[in-house]
């Protein structure tokens, strides 16, 4: 695997000091800047594991903004960028994102069977 390196002159001081102080659209703009860079024969996979977790009062917009920003960079990403987003119960923001299309419901899993996705591997096949 080689090591790519970056061009960063689009990163100025404002931008760095935006970066320190956690802006978000400054991160998404980074993630954005960066990820543009990589040759189109590159595949990144971006896993987002619990975005419920993130969905909390005070970080629910914030969530849902980074992740529209996502969505906007799928479309139009140079490199093939596949998306993964969990969520152990609803979404309350970030599904409002999705189209129906684009969600998979996996089906409820008996605790008491405690045998997973296993259980009942029919139910995945079209």
Request: hydrophobic share 40%; proline share 4%; with cysteine.
């Amino acid at each position: 695997m080689k090591q790519r390196e970056f061009d960063l002159e689009f990163i100025d001081r404002n931008f760095i000091r935006a970066i320190e102080n956690a802006n978000l659209e400054a991160l998404c703009n980074l993630f954005e800047g960066l990820t543009q860079q990589l040759p189109t024969s590159v595949s990144l996979f971006l896993v987002v594991d619990g975005i419920s977790f993130y969905e909390t009062r005070d970080r629910g917009e914030d969530t849902r903004y980074a992740m529209s920003r996502v969505l906007e960079f799928v479309e139009k990403a140079k490199p093939v960028l596949k998306l993964l987003i969990t969520s152990p119960g609803a979404s309350a923001y970030v599904s409002k994102e999705f189209g129906n299309e684009q969600v998979y419901w996996l089906p409820d899993i008996d605790p008491e069977e405690d045998e997973g996705f296993n259980h009942n591997v029919g139910a995945f096949k079209d």
